[in-house]
Each structure stands twice: as structure tokens, then as C-alpha cells.
């Protein structure tokens, strides 16, 4: 890549102000003293101001009262029961609690079968236990039973309720 | 004196209703012009942009402070307009007549920006280019353009780095060059 190709990839983050100290002076000290550089710069910047006029041009101003009408319309409406038993749902069965209830319910199901098998007096020495470790935002939970072997290794995400949809949105494009 | 942000929101959290009406005055035509911008549609954005303030008073409770409100609005705003934009059947820029009490009247005396006609041909083309964009390329180039965001909000907004950011603003740009090289 020449060193103009490259000044002009940088073009932009320069001009939106992302680009300091010395990379931000390489960018100007080379557009200062370059015919084609500049004529990027000249380019890039009547693309930004027509851009900004398109869209703001585009907007009409709102009226406030009737657009906080609707959303109060919509906050008062009684919604559907579907509606919001999918929203207690999401509310109560959340992430990490269900990350709980599941190891906590397997638990009791193993307790349960070695008192089946085992009753009242028998052996004692048949347990199983859970652990959380957290790291890098992930979680897990561990159940063994050491009488039949068995390790079952439970792992979460705790998606916290502000980020809600972005992992979505993410995921629905590439990079660029 | 004036309430911020954040305690708007926490007057919000604990039911009052006159403070989440407040935040929505603040914030209800930078998000419409947002979701505009995306959405391409007058109707469709204000429909997605009242949407967007109902889910945020449903929310509300569960937003921590962890970013500012102006971020968490705008990634609800994105997102409902992703999704609706999968759904939307109306064609970009579509004026309805019975939309007009919903606007405040244009000012007459304002000078058109595009008042000659190579000017008004590039802003025709320019929309064109706008509406040819992927909704990623839009959100990025939109979000900067109208709000002057960091790339660091706008990485918060879309959950991806600063790098994809600027990745995509340079695509984006690049392709808006390309459709409209014979006007700039
Ligand atoms: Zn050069």
C-alpha cells in the first residue's frame, strides 16, 4: 500500500477526531504538503456536509404532544395475556436464575433417586455438590455425584437487562 | 435547575411518570431522525421512534447506569429499527397526508439548502445512496453524521469494537463516493 493509500484510509477517523497524537499529526503534516491527499480531504468533507444536510433536511419537526399521546396510549393499554406472560417469564425465569433451578432441580432429582435407592439407613456416603466459578463474564456451575461418577458442568451467560438485544444485533451482519 | 439524565431515570425507576415524560421530550426528535435516517420512511420512523420510548418505560427498571441514557436509547432505537426494517413494506421516503398534525409546519423563510437544481440532484442521489446501504453501514454513518458520535458510543450502541465502527464508516463512505463521484 503507498503511503498515500494508507493517509487516505485514515482520512476519515482523522477528520471525525479519532485519530491523535503523533498518527494524527502523520495525517496532517501529509495532507499538508500532498496535491492528491488534499483533494481526498476536499472530497470526504463535501460528502459529510452533504450527508448531514440530507438527513437533517429529511427530518420534519414533531409535534411533542402528540407523540408523547402515543406512547402513553401504549403504556396504558392493557396488553394481551400472552403478552405478558412472555414478560413475567422473561422477567422471573431469567438467565441466572434458571442457571440455578436447572443444577438446584438435577440436585434434588439425584438426591431423590439415591434415597430410592438406598432407603432410610442405608449408605450414606452418596452426595453431589454445586460450585460457581465466575470468570470472563461467564458462569458455571458444577454437580457431581461421586457414587455414580457422573460430573454435569452447567455454563452461562449473565446478560444484564440494559444489554438486552445487542448481542442480536451483532450477530446480524458483517463486520462491514 | 435542571434534572439530569440519570436522575430523570432514577425518578423514572421509582414510578414517576413526569420525569420519563421529560427524558422523552429531551430525546424524541434526535431519536426519530435517527430511526429516520435508518428506516428511510416518515411513517415507519414514527412509529418505530414512539415504540422505542414505550419499551424504554418497560425497561426502565432494569437499566443500570452501566452506559448513559443518550447510548441506551439509541441502542434501543438501532435495534427496533433492524427489526423493523426486516418488516417494513413502505417505500423509502413515502409521505403521508395524514401525518401532516404530527409535524410542525416547515419554516417557509429558511433558505432550501438544495435550492438550485444540481443541488437538488444530489440530494436525490444522495437518498438513493443512503437508502442502497446495509442496515449497518446506515446505523454507523447515521449515528455519526446526525449525533457526532464517538466511535466508542457508537461500538456501545451497536455491540461490536471501535475498529468494525471504523471499518464500516470507511466502506460506507466509500460507497456513497463511488454512486455519487460525478456530483462530488
Ligand atoms: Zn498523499
Redesign the pocket.
Known amino acids: 500500500m503507498s ?2 493509500e494508507t ?2 484510509e485514515s482520512l476519515g477517523p482523522w477528520l471525525d477526531g479519532e485519530l491523535r497524537g503523533a498518527d494524527g499529526e502523520a495525517v496532517r503534516s ?2 499538508a504538503s ?1 496535491a ?2 488534499a483533494a481526498a480531504r476536499g472530497r470526504l468533507e463535501k460528502l459529510q456536509l452533504t450527508l448531514g444536510t440530507v438527513l437533517s433536511t429529511e427530518a420534519p419537526q414533531l409535534k411533542f404532544a402528540p407523540f408523547w399521546r402515543e406512547v402513553e396510549r401504549r403504556i396504558e393499554a392493557k396488553r394481551p395475556w400472552h403478552e405478558q406472560l412472555i414478560e413475567w417469564c422473561q422477567s422471573t425465569l431469567s438467565a441466572p436464575r434458571l442457571a440455578w433451578a436447572v443444577p438446584a432441580a438435577i440436585m434434588l432429582v439425584l438426591g431423590l433417586l439415591s434415597f430410592a435407592k438406598w432407603p432410610v439407613g442405608g449408605q450414606a456416603d452418596n452426595y453431589a455438590s454445586v460450585e460457581s466459578i465466575d470468570a470472563h463474564g461467564r458462569n458455571v456451575a458444577l454437580l457431581r455425584d461421586d457414587k455414580t461418577k457422573t460430573t454435569i458442568i452447567w455454563l452461562y451467560q449473565n446478560p444484564e437487562g440494559e444489554n438486552e438485544n445487542v448481542e442480536e444485533a451483532a450477530k446480524s451482519g458483517p463486520a462491514f | 435547575m435542571e434534572l439530569s439524565d440519570w436522575q430523570l431515570v432514577e425518578k423514572s425507576q421509582a414510578g414517576d411518570a413526569d420525569a420519563f415524560q421529560e427524558l422523552v421530550s429531551r430525546y424524541h426528535q434526535k431519536v426519530f431522525m435517527v430511526i429516520l435516517g435508518l428506516m428511510r420512511n416518515r411513517e415507519d420512523a414514527l412509529e418505530v421512534a414512539q415504540e422505542t420510548f414505550f419499551r424504554a418505560f418497560r425497561k426502565i427498571k432494569s437499566f443500570q447506569g452501566g452506559s448513559s441514557f443518550y447510548t441506551w436509547i439509541y441502542r434501543i432505537a438501532v435495534n427496533n429499527s433492524i427489526d423493523a426494517q426486516r418488516k417494513q413494506k413502505r417505500n423509502p421516503l413515502d409521505f403521508h397526508e395524514s401525518m401532516d398534525g404530527l409535524f410542525e409546519a416547515r419554516n417557509e423563510v429558511a433558505k432550501d439548502p438544495f435550492a438550485d437544481v444540481q443541488d437538488r440532484e444530489l440530494r436525490e442521489n444522495m437518498s438513493k445512496a443512503i437508502n442502497e446501504l446495509t442496515p449497518e453501514h446506515k446505523a454507523v454513518i447515521v449515528l455519526r453524521t446526525i449525533e457526532g458520535m464517538s466511535y466508542k458510543d457508537i461500538g456501545e450502541i451497536l455491540g461490536c469494537s471501535e475498529g468494525t465502527v471504523m471499518s464500516r464508516l470507511h466502506y460506507a463512505r466509500k460507497k456513497l463516493q463511488d454512486k455519487l463521484s460525478a456530483f462530488l
Do not use: T
Request: proline share 11%; hydrophobic share 20%.
Open positions: 503511503p498515500c493517509i487516505q501529509h495532507v500532498c492528491d491527499c
